[in-house]
């Protein structure tokens, strides 16, 4: 197949204005290092400690895959592969058994696995879909968001998901 002369960009998207961290009041009781997921808002708040928060827009989990509790980040992982679980598979026939870490994953830069569970806090190539219910029940986040948060949250962090 040959390559195309000028490469095909994918149409511009329009992004929400809180982007990368942006530092706001935050007057829960959560420690500093804490991470909380507010499904309802689409918001995650990593806490700072001093009343403040750092705020990002991620995409939930669709009706019937949301989830609330709280978990730990037990394991981090740069451009991680992604494996659809059977159920992903059998209602859509037509993906992968794996897709290997790169920019076309769809989990994205950089992936927080939440617990033992399947459940992660991870990029995405749809960046349309922050601020949306769109997942089967992780927090998607834009890439360099995530690329962002990825460097302050060690594993072992808290995660409430509200």
């Given at each position: 197949?040959?390559?195309?002369?000028?490469?095909?960009?994918?149409?511009?998207v329009a992004?929400?204005?809180?982007?990368?961290?942006?530092?706001?009041?935050?007057?829960?009781?959560?420690?500093?290092?804490?991470?909380?997921?507010?499904?309802?808002?689409?918001?995650?708040?990593?806490?700072?400690g001093d009343?403040?928060?750092?705020?990002?827009?991620?995409?939930?989990?669709?009706?019937?895959?949301?989830?609330?509790?709280?978990?730990?980040?037990?394991?981090?992982?740069?451009?991680?592969?992604?494996?659809?679980?059977?159920?992903?598979?059998?209602?859509?026939?037509?993906?992968?058994?794996?897709?290997?870490?790169?920019?076309?994953?769809?989990?994205?830069?950089?992936?927080?696995?939440?617990?033992?569970?399947?459940?992660?806090?991870?990029?995405?190539?749809?960046?349309?879909?922050?601020?949306?219910?769109?997942?089967?029940?992780?927090?998607?986040?834009?890439?360099?968001d995530v690329?962002?948060?990825?460097?302050?949250?060690?594993?072992?962090?808290?995660?409430?998901?509200?």
């Amino acid at each position: 197949m040959p390559v195309p002369a000028a490469p095909r960009l994918a149409p511009p998207v329009a992004l929400p204005a809180v982007r990368r961290g942006k530092v706001v009041g935050y007057p829960g009781s959560q420690g500093a290092g804490t991470i909380v997921v507010d499904t309802s808002a689409r918001l995650l708040f990593l806490v700072r400690g001093d009343g403040t928060a750092l705020r990002y827009r991620v995409a939930v989990g669709r009706p019937g895959t949301t989830w609330k509790g709280v978990q730990t980040v037990t394991a981090k992982q740069e451009w991680p592969q992604w494996t659809p679980t059977p159920e992903m598979r059998r209602s859509r026939p037509g993906l992968p058994r794996m897709v290997a870490g790169g920019p076309r994953n769809p989990l994205g830069a950089r992936a927080l696995y939440l617990g033992s569970t399947l459940y992660r806090i991870h990029g995405t190539t749809d960046p349309a879909s922050i601020g949306r219910a769109a997942s089967a029940g992780c927090f998607r986040m834009l890439n360099e968001d995530v690329i962002e948060l990825y460097r302050f949250v060690p594993v072992g962090t808290k995660v409430e998901v509200i």
